[in-house]
């Protein structure tokens, strides 16, 4: 139970209400046909004080009880009278579920009714006291004696906020006020009613159109406004920049115009054109592509540079890839495309006889070659073999310059880094790696699968499927075999019946009498007359044929 009223306290501390502080009444809600207001009090709570308030405001007074039912003991003739829920009489508590929800039924846990008083019969406690809450200290029953300049609680029945039934506004719009109502006048009405007219005059005599033509009115006057001019009495110069035009620049308003000053890569009126850096044709030997405050140049074979004004020279030109590489020529470098079993940025590095050599283009002496072998965690090259001999020559034979070779052992990577059961072997010191890929791959780490379709092995339209070193072919109606490349001979899967002669197409095959003689009936077809997967159809008389569906 306590939980639930420091629930409702809570709920009531976070109501705000009007501050009637100003002298001003304040609706509260509505009950059985009376509107309550909260009114405030100058002087001591009594209970003439609560009942003149409410009286000058031009509404009645309640009392402490509703005056309904059994609800007559603290309530007098004076007061207003009205219904009860039979089971709370007094007018605060029936009125706190309107104001703060159906679980609030005591005033002093109201927030609107703090510090309100009501009239109560013969005095409360003497003195001609008032009945008063206060939610602040959740006390009631309050003697007004003791307190000063607090608040009425009055009432004003909805008959007499009905003013405005009899639509006694002639010229104008009503609105309902407290013991009565008010008159908005239409233009050239007055009166309480709106029902006298106001003498028209020229509104035009006073010159009031600045920059335009004015037009008199009843009332009231029109201008027309001149170019570049706005407003009521055309005193306002149109902001021409009102619209933002400037797209990418600064607007500055001038009369009846505007100009921008505009970003850098832009021009135009509204600066919404972006400068063509390709208009003067910068790229000498190239293709130019605008770009925002710069451009680019796609130069034409054997040049180069920002403007494609500069010769590139070939950099393959000095053979740069050992070991039978390839060399391609680039803007401003090469790239080497090496064979099996070497590899390097020049294929400087390969494997032959199962030894790993280093071939160096720098020139050193025989001892700063040893050392630099060394160094790679290698040696320099012991030949001992005329073969060795031989291949070496070679190796170093067709390439531009060659100085020095180191050699090392091979041996298995740890871990390994080839892909796909690649196997790995490095030398010196693996800082250079081989991968032997097994079937069906390929790459520098194995990572690549080799397309066995790329030869389009499948004949005749088949649809080739790739498999690890292996690929499969689906083969269009008519055609068999693993490349696609047989066609069916249906006549060698069927027989016609009655003996007749079978005669195979690509995706069909008929069945004809070789000795057609007249028949009263077409043959039909039936369940037995095709293999599954084909449909019979009738030829004639003494044909049918069957094709696939």
């Given amino acids: 139970m306590a939980e639930m009223w420091t629930i409702l306290l809570f709920v009531a501390a976070l109501v705000a209400w009007p501050d009637s502080s100003q002298g001003q009444p304040v609706y509260l809600t509505t009950h059985d046909g009376w509107s309550f207001y909260k009114i405030p009090v100058s002087g001591q709570m009594t209970n003439a004080n609560v009942k003149a308030t409410c009286e000058a405001a031009g509404m009645s007074y309640p009392c402490h009880y509703s005056g309904g039912g059994r609800c007559t003991h603290h309530w007098t003739s004076g007061c207003i009278r009205f219904r009860d829920d039979g089971v709370i009489c007094d007018t605060q508590d029936l009125l706190s579920p309107n104001l703060c929800g159906s ?72 609105m309902n006020d407290i013991g009565g109502y008010t008159c908005t006048c239409e233009n050239g009405w007055e009166g309480t009613n709106c029902d006298q007219a106001v003498s028209d005059a020229d509104d035009c005599a006073s010159s009031p159109c600045i920059h335009g033509i004015c037009t008199d009115g009843y009332m009231s006057y029109t201008c027309s406004c001149e170019n570049g001019w706005e407003g009521t009495n055309c005193d306002q110069d149109i902001d021409d920049c009102a619209s933002s035009p400037c797209v990418h620049g600064t607007c500055t308003d001038d009369y009846m115009s505007y100009t921008c000053s505009c970003e850098n890569g832009w021009t135009g009126t509204n600066c919404d054109q972006e400068i063509d850096d390709c208009a003067s044709s910068p790229c000498i030997h190239g293709t130019c592509t605008d770009g925002y405050m710069n451009y680019t140049c796609s130069c034409e074979n054997g040049w180069t540079g920002k403007d494609c004004d500069q010769v590139d020279p070939d950099e393959c030109a000095s053979n740069p890839c050992w070991l039978g590489g390839t060399c391609l020529d680039h803007v401003d470098g090469y790239s080497c495309v090496c064979p099996k079993d070497s590899t390097g940025k020049n294929c400087e590095t390969g494997v032959y006889g199962g030894e790993c050599y280093y071939f160096s283009s720098t020139a050193l002496t025989h001892l700063e070659a040893t050392h630099a072998c060394s160094a790679n965690s290698g040696r320099m090259v012991d030949v001992r073999e005329e073969q060795q001999q031989l291949s070496l020559a070679d190796k170093i034979g067709a390439s531009t310059s060659g100085y020095y070779v180191c050699q090392s052992a091979l041996k298995p ?137």
């Fill in 103 to 174: 679980l609030v039924t005591v005033a002093w846990l109201c927030q609107p009714l703090d510090d309100t008083f009501v009239y109560y019969p013969g005095g409360w406690q003497g003195h001609d006291s008032a009945w008063g809450v206060d939610v602040d200290t959740h006390n009631w029953a309050l003697p007004g004696a003791n307190y000063n300049n607090m608040y009425a609680l009055c009432a004003v029945s909805d008959q007499d906020l009905n003013g405005c039934l009899t639509s006694p506004c002639v010229h104008g719009s009503c």
């Fill in 413 to 549: 990577c740890e871990p390994n880094v080839c892909q796909n059961g690649g196997i790995c072997t490095s030398c010196f010191n693996e800082t250079t790696t081989f991968c032997e890929c097994a079937d069906g791959f390929e790459g520098k780490f194995c990572e690549i699968d080799i397309d066995d379709c790329a030869s389009n092995p499948c004949q005749n339209g088949g649809t080739c499927q790739d498999g690890i070193n292996s690929y499969r072919c689906r083969c269009p109606t008519g055609s068999i075999g693993a490349n696609c490349d047989s066609a069916i001979d249906w006549c060698q899967f069927t027989h016609c019946p009655f003996s007749w002669t079978c005669q195979a197409a690509t995706s069909s095959f008929q069945c004809v009498n070789p000795y057609p003689v007249v028949r009263e009936f077409r043959y039909q077809c039936s369940s037995a007359s095709c293999p599954d997967g084909m449909y019979c159809t009738e030829e004639g008389a003494a044909s049918f044929s069957c094709t696939v569906e």
